[in-house]
């Protein structure tokens, strides 16, 4: 049941004139898989879900599953502040070939833990893959707490939590919950090696969106048991993950990938441009870490 182990990629969702550009998106696909990522999430935070129409959400998808064609797997967002909402769409992904889904928790109206047990045993008793389960307290004011996972991982159809809560307490208080059939994935791409040593079996990342072939490798470090070398890849990523969240997700990852001439630099509105000190941070660290050569950096 398991759906990937190594590091899956949190694709942004490149824009041309407000639409979803196609052209590029196949081009970041092509370069993900041919730089060694083991997984693809589409529509999720990173992708811009939330100014997704769900026409273009689903079309999205399914543009990746055929571009993908089973190389590796394609995990979806399937995340509404409204169970009926979340329900929809994720069969409707479902519907269309999607490998797994990755739905985050209620936000804005927020739920109670018990709240969050009805509203993902609802989404799961409707579904026949695997789920994933997405706990970023800090972007939508909802935690899953580790005695609400460990209810919930008893369900036939949730697989796993992409946890980033930051709280490596909370980790290991899971982890001591859960089955080894139950999949640990680090929501925080600087945490990375601290939760695969409790027993983690990935990262679903944004800077891999920049950095693919070292986030793979990282991981593949260590699950190989060549931890020291992970831990030291995970510390000199450490300043370029944290210009990637200098504002906030997907703004910086989205800059970068400009500044690498993969995408137009293009939000949508909440999302806007960094601002200039931001962008020169980005472009130093990229420049930096060795993503551009030294005289792109201003």
Known sequence: MTLF??????????FSNG???????????????SHDIDAIISCGTTGEASTLSDEEHIET????????AGRVPVISGSGSNDTAHAIAMSQALQDVGVDGL?????????CTQEGLIKHYTAIADQIKIPMILYSVPGRTGVNISPSTVSVLCQHEHIAGIKEASGDMSQVVEIAK???????????NDDMTVALLSMGGIGVISTTANIIPKQMHAMVKNYLDGHVEEACKMQLEMKSLIDAMFIEVNPIPVKAALHLMGKIEKEYRLPMCEPCEESLRKIERELTAYGVLPPYSCS
């Open 61 to 68: 998808v399914r543009y990746t599953i055929n571009k993908v």
């Open 102 to 110: 990755l739905t985050v928790t209620p936000y804005y109206n927020k």
């Open 5 to 14: 182990s190594g590091a899956g990629v949190a694709l942004v969702t490149p």
């Open 19 to 33: 639409k979803v550009d196609f052209p590029k998106l196949a081009e970041l696909i092509e370069w993900q898989i």
């Open 177 to 187: 919950h859960v089955s080894d059939q139950f999949a640990l994935y680090s929501g």
